[in-house]
């Protein structure tokens, strides 16, 4: 496992400050990109829940402004990313969407956010390892 993904796990575990998954992704990330827990927080605020409003995942949206954030805005990796999300998810990226599919399988709420999470923090690692090689 790799940090980050270990620190998005210490975040989505902490139950007395929520992280919404936006702000799970950004935040693990913080050693690199420079930015403080409550810089990262705020950056992500809006983005939890779809964007508040059933949208695009939180995971998704956190994790593009990550790669942003790192400078890494080429097409084909941002294309890539998106392409990870909708060949493991049906096609889908919408909060509201993923949680009704998620919820028609039997599971449960948080267990699916922080794989969202888990797996936008994956896919970020394995950008950065591919272009350390």
Same mark, same amino acid.
């Given at each position: @496992?790799?940090?980050?993904?270990?620190? *998005?796990?210490?975040?989505?575990?902490?139950?007395?400050?929520?992280?919404?998954?936006?702000?799970?992704?950004? /935040?693990? %990330?913080?050693?690199?990109?420079?930015?403080?827990? =409550?810089?990262?927080?705020?950056?992500? =605020?809006?983005?939890?829940?779809? @964007?508040?409003?059933?949208?695009? /995942?939180? *995971?998704?949206?956190?994790?593009?402004?990550?790669?942003?954030?790192?400078?890494?805005?080429?097409?084909?990796?941002? =294309? *890539? %990313?998106?392409?990870?999300?909708?060949?493991?998810?049906?096609?889908?990226?919408? /909060?509201?969407?993923?949680?009704? @599919?998620?919820?028609?399988?039997?599971?449960?709420?948080?267990?699916?956010?922080?794989?969202?999470? %888990?797996?936008?923090?994956?896919?970020?690692?394995?950008?950065?390892?591919?272009?350390?090689?």
């Amino acid at each position: @496992m790799g940090k980050y993904l270990e620190k *998005a796990k210490e975040l989505r575990a902490i139950t007395d400050v929520h992280y919404n998954c936006a702000q799970s992704v950004i /935040c693990a %990330f913080e050693e690199l990109t420079g930015l403080d827990d =409550a810089t990262s927080r705020k950056i992500g =605020a809006n983005f939890g829940s779809g @964007m508040k409003r059933g949208g695009t /995942c939180g *995971a998704i949206t956190g994790g593009l402004m990550t790669l942003g954030l790192l400078g890494i805005e080429d097409g084909p990796t941002i =294309a *890539a %990313f998106h392409k990870a999300f909708l060949d493991h998810h049906q096609n889908c990226l919408d /909060c509201a969407d993923l949680l009704r @599919m998620n919820q028609a399988n039997g599971g449960e709420k948080k267990p699916h956010c922080d794989g969202m999470v %888990f797996e936008a923090v994956q896919l970020i690692e394995d950008i950065l390892d591919k272009r350390n090689k």
